[in-house]
Nanobody, 125 residues
Framework: EVQLVESGGGSVQAGGSLRLSCAASRFTFDDFVIGWLRQAPGKEREGVSCISSSDGSTYYAESVKGRFTISSDYAKNTVYLQMNSLKPEDTAVYYC??????????????????WGQGTLVTVSS
């Protein structure tokens, strides 16, 4: 079974940057989407960004476009989320997950297949 382990969370002031990493034990199939979701206190979990293994297409939530960048290094089985210009509203537990399409990341997270344990990002004003 594939396992995902997130790292890189922490506390930062507004305007600062963090880079999250998601290390996968292995990828057992060639065509998949991997990315990030987050859950802020008192809110539902939401898709943030994902990347397709087949063609490298990237997808972002409107709230993070222009500030966050997702990238992958499949030789290392690792996906990254570079987060710049962080805002207090970015405070959340960030989860890495895999799925079959970008659609499920933003519309139907119940169909995501594998989840990491999450890493906390706290942005202070």
């Amino acid at each position: 079974e594939v396992q995902l382990v997130e790292s890189g969370g922490g506390s930062v002031q507004a305007g600062g940057s963090l880079r999250l990493s998601c290390a996968a034990s292995r990828f057992t199939f060639d065509d998949f989407v991997i990315g990030w979701l987050r859950q802020a206190p008192g809110k539902e979990r939401e898709g943030v960004s994902c990347i397709s293994s087949s063609d490298g297409s990237t997808y972002y939530a409107e709230s993070v476009k222009g500030r966050f960048t997702i990238s992958s290094d499949y030789a290392k089985n690792t996906v990254y989320l570079q987060m710049n210009s962080l805002k207090p509203e970015d405070t959340a537990v960030y989860y890495c997950a895999t799925g079959s399409s970008d659609y499920v990341f933003f519309n139907d997270i119940g169909y995501l297949e594998v989840w990491g344990q999450g890493t906390l990002v706290t942005v202070s004003s």
